[in-house]
């Protein structure tokens, strides 16, 4: 059976990233002119990563799906950026970022990496601010934090409640710059289509001209991915629209791994779902739980009252309130992770307490305003505020806003080993797009943390030790006859597509997948259901190759071709997923699986027997893929049961 | 409370930038009054779909008021009859049962229609590569807390880098100037120390470029801050007028 090499360097936990550093290959800048990467997204680790690699003299092909680089889904973050600074004093160290960050996974991340992001966290920040991000600010001019989910001290740094937006937008202008200056050479609105390998090496990838339909290959020394994550499976997520796993999945089928596909994370303060003609949903920034409380009613009447219209929330008063994340977990009271705080709102749901149309429970800033003033949290949060009135048409200043979990962020993803590097050499994965750092959990505010931390301070060392083999290499022509092959293979599929010419429209389909996922391989799963889910994912795909509809032409404009492409990897990531949901016999993080609690309802791990990250090998159309197991040696920390109670 | 209503649609059609377009008009019966403008544009897709046409192409991403995608003219105002949002945020209950409701692309010589109602925008993505960043490389950089900012000056940088590079407030102006996105970037980077060194630099570069890529002159009609999503306020072009001027006068 093949062995995974994680490749993690020996020594101690705190010096493996300096060691690594100190001895692994570097490209000299001569030969580093001579080198072509190709990076696949735009976002943050996208754009950190091609303007770092143009700058130390690479010459960097950069993709990107929307009609500029500034758009990618990083943007949409709002509320903050994790660093282990201190800057507050409140005792807060590279080992308590590092520690809270692998708790918060519950234990299934690795050690080396996520002590290696705590370490390279605070340069983020330092670099961010030179580029003119503009993050809030005390009255002494000195950079203000909060605090996030999962974390008992103020680390996170935030621009208002755009944060993605103002750290995407400082990573874009550095490309810019280097677009300028032809380091980078950037394709607008072009999709990849597929990874080219020769010999058994990255190679190039064939993407598609969205203007022009037709299908380009493109050659390099090494392809990065920075896709980001494959939640938008579900159909109805916080992703943007054109957020899919296409990139990652044709990776997976030329050979990389996919690593704990199930490990998905449900937001818990996200704006309920509204009617069938939803087409996403919005996120409200975990930053509002520093000041908001979460509440239900405590009585079933009260909650029964408000669904019918006969009761306000603001008529309950305070006994009659059930703040049931205080309640349950006191240490950490509305702040417990994400995975914690969504499942509770479903326990209530569930049990009858919901309000809005039932699957909503209420976020009060009444105290808050009562606290603080108004102005205080109109500063604070006024953005967010504004964005729920215009959507929900109610003033949250005035009476709670109603919220309730929705897919989020994928912690699976390509599996990575601690260079980066996927299992298919020269290929490389970063960002959302990897598995590797945030393990069965991500907390708040790491996402932007990773992103960065691999774009502009991991993957251009690592990614040396890999390059300064290859500087011999000359290169490469797209005519070689794996490009040819890879670009028929795709033609046939555009083909197969547009021939089928059935009744069924994409999103139609795409509605009915999510629906499967969102009831089977959602927030609480079981093996009964994840069987049945497995089951309905293939007559799924039966329908949509029978029976899609794609109207236009291949060679053209398409955008329901450019769906239809996403929507048939998207059934097949739902498959492995629901495989390796059921494959999980434990619960953890954001995989809860109901056979697999504790007395009080709470995650029950089973680290004797599934402390190892899936690594699923594809074999083949219509075969099971194989199961290779990594196994996740803590060397350095003792796991224990997640406990945010006291 | 929201309720189902009936509209009436005209929708430029157009297949490339250089073929002449035109309006076609669509009837959407029981449209949910609480879904977004774009969930309707969706529903009008899936019908033509289902009627085996082509659905009408447009540009749309986040839907939640943040990448600036989305850029649709509706009943002549760049994203909608609302203020302070992008399209995508906009709502049915803003319309009446019975409306007609005309949707249009950006109309600017600086944004090429591509089809329909999607246009090409590289031209703000250029302005930018002209100088629209602080030439710091990665790494080496002082600590975060060397040089304090006061909080003013970080909060009208905030201000003005909320800009979201729609493209609404050249589309919104008479001359189809982009000075206000210009002036944003500019402000923004001229009001923090770090961006500060080569403030004279940047403010002439990306003028320059801005005239060579065809976009007209600001005479002052406060268009685009009427139109603006993110209320970038035009004491930003200000601004970048005496940030101009300072570095013509060292020249």
């Known amino acids: 059976m093949t062995q995974i090499n994680s490749k993690i360097p020996k020594g101690p936990l705190a010096e493996k990233w300096t060691n690594y550093k100190a001895h692994q290959k570097l490209v000299n800048p001569a030969n580093k002119r001579r080198l072509d990467i190709i990076v696949v997204g735009t976002g943050l680790a996208g754009a950190s990563a091609a303007a770092s690699l143009a700058e130390m003299g690479f010459n960097v092909l950069n993709f990107c799906i929307q009609d500029s680089p500034r758009r990618a889904h990083s943007i949409a973050a709002q509320g903050g950026i994790n660093a282990a600074k201190n800057y507050q004093n409140d005792g807060d160290s590279v080992y308590r970022l590092f520690y809270d960050t692998i708790k918060g996974g519950d234990y299934r991340a690795r050690e080396a990496n996520v002590h290696r992001l705590a370490e390279v966290s605070n340069s983020i920040i330092d670099q961010c601010v030179a580029q003119g991000v503009p993050f809030a600010r005390e009255y002494g001019g000195l950079l203000d934090n909060r605090s996030f989910g999962g974390a008992q001290v103020s680390r996170t740094f935030y621009a208002r409640g755009q944060t993605g937006q103002q750290l995407l937008l400082g990573a874009y202008s550095a490309l810019s710059r280097q677009v300028g200056l032809n380091k980078v050479k950037m394709y607008k609105r072009y999709e990849m289509v597929d990874v080219v390998v020769v010999d058994g090496r990255a190679r190039g990838i064939i993407a598609r001209n969205l203007i022009t339909g037709k299908l380009e290959r493109f050659a390099a020394h090494a392809v990065v991915i920075a896709t980001g994550g494959y939640v938008n499976t579900f159909f109805l997520s916080t992703n943007a629209m054109a957020s899919n796993g296409s990139a990652a999945w044709q990776c997976y089928k030329k050979g990389a791994y996919f690593a704990n596909p199930c490990m998905v994370q449900i937001h818990p303060t996200c704006i309920p779902v509204h009617g069938e003609f939803q087409s996403k949903l919005t996120l409200m920034s975990e930053s509002l739980r520093n000041d908001g409380r979460i509440w239900v009613p405590k009585k079933k009447e009260d909650a029964e009252a408000i669904r019918a219209g006969k009761l306000k929330p603001t008529q309950i008063n305070e006994e ?20 914690v705080a969504s499942r509770a709102a479903k326990e209530r749901c569930d049990a009858g307490y919901g309000v809005g149309a039932g699957q909503a429970v209420y976020l009060d ?15 604070r949060y006024g953005n967010l505020f504004q964005m729920y009135e215009k959507i929900v048409d109610d003033n949250p200043y005035e009476t709670p806003m109603m919220i309730y979990p929705a897919l989020h962020y994928s912690m699976g993803g390509i ?35 990773q992103g960065l931390a691999d774009g502009y301070f991991v993957l251009p060392y690592t990614i040396q030790n890999y390059l300064a083999d290859q ?26 597509l547009m021939s089928i010419n059935g009744k069924r429209s994409v999103d139609s389909l795409h509605k009915e997948l999510g629906h499967i996922m969102w009831d089977h391989v959602g927030m609480a799963r079981n093996a009964e259901g994840l069987k049945e889910a497995i089951d309905m994912l293939k007559k799924l795909k039966k329908e949509f190759w029978s029976n899609v509809r794609i109207p236009g032409k291949a060679g053209d404009l398409n955008v329901e071709l450019e769906k239809a492409l996403r929507l048939a990897d998207f059934i097949e990531i739902g498959e492995l997923m629901a495989h390796d949901s059921l494959d999980r016999a434990e619960s953890c993080g954001g995989h809860f699986r109901e056979e697999y609690q504790t007395p009080e309802g709470e995650a029950l791990r089973r680290d004797d027997e599934f402390s190892y990250v899936s690594c699923w090998e594809y074999q083949g159309e219509d075969k099971a893929p194989v199961m290779l197991k990594e196994p996740l040696d803590y060397e350095f920390i003792v796991r224990q049961q997640r406990n945010y109670k006291n | 409370m929201d309720k189902n209503i009936n509209i009436t649609l005209k929708v430029w059609r157009q297949k490339g930038p250089k073929e002449k377009g035109a309006f076609e008009t669509y009837q959407l019966k029981d449209i949910s009054q609480g879904s977004s403008f774009l969930e309707m544009l969706d529903i009008l897709n899936e019908q033509l779909v289902n009627d085996g046409k082509d659905p009408v192409v447009f540009d749309h991403d986040c839907r939640e008021g943040i990448c600036g995608m989305c850029s649709l003219y509706i009943d002549g105002h760049p994203h909608g009859p609302d203020s302070s949002i992008t399209t995508c945020q906009l709502h049915m209950r803003k319309f009446n049962d019975g409306a007609t409701i005309t949707v249009e692309p950006w109309r600017s010589a600086g944004f090429p229609v591509v089809r329909d109602l999607m246009v090409d925008r590289y031209a703000y993505d250029k302005i930018i590569q002209a100088g629209g960043f602080v030439s710091v490389n990665t790494g080496g950089v002082p600590d975060a807390n060397a040089i304090p900012i006061p909080k003013k000056d970080a909060d009208l940088a905030m201000d003005a880098a909320a800009c979201i590079g729609c493209g609404a407030c050249a589309a919104a102006c008479k001359n189809g100037s982009a000075m206000l996105f210009v002036s944003a970037k500019v402000s923004q980077l001229a009001l923090l120390p770090q961006g500060r060194a080569e403030a004279a630099r940047r403010a002439k570069a990306m003028v320059a470029k801005m005239d060579e890529l065809g976009f007209g002159n600001c005479t002052n009609t406060r268009a685009c801050e009427a139109e603006c999503p993110k209320d970038v306020s035009i004491s930003n072009i200000a601004r970048l007028n005496r940030e101009f001027v300072k570095a013509k006068l060292q020249d």
């Open chain 1, 415 to 449: 599996w990575v080993d601690y260079e980066l590097m996927t299992s298919i050499p020269g290929l490389f994965a970063i960002g959302e797009a990897n598995f590797s750092d945030h393990g069965a959990n991500r907390l708040g505010a790491s996402a932007l943390m």
């Open chain 1, 320 to 339: 009659a309130r059930d703040y049931y994340l205080e309640r349950r977990y006191p240490a950490f009271g509305n702040l417990v992770p994400r995975d």
């Open chain 1, 365 to 379: 800033f009444a105290e808050a305003i009562n606290r603080l003033g108004k102005d205080v949290v109109e500063a």
């Open chain 1, 471 to 496: 500087i011999q290499v000359p290169r490469f022509s797209t005519d070689l006859p794996e490009f040819e092959e890879a670009e028929k293979h795709i033609k046939e599929r555009v083909d197969h």
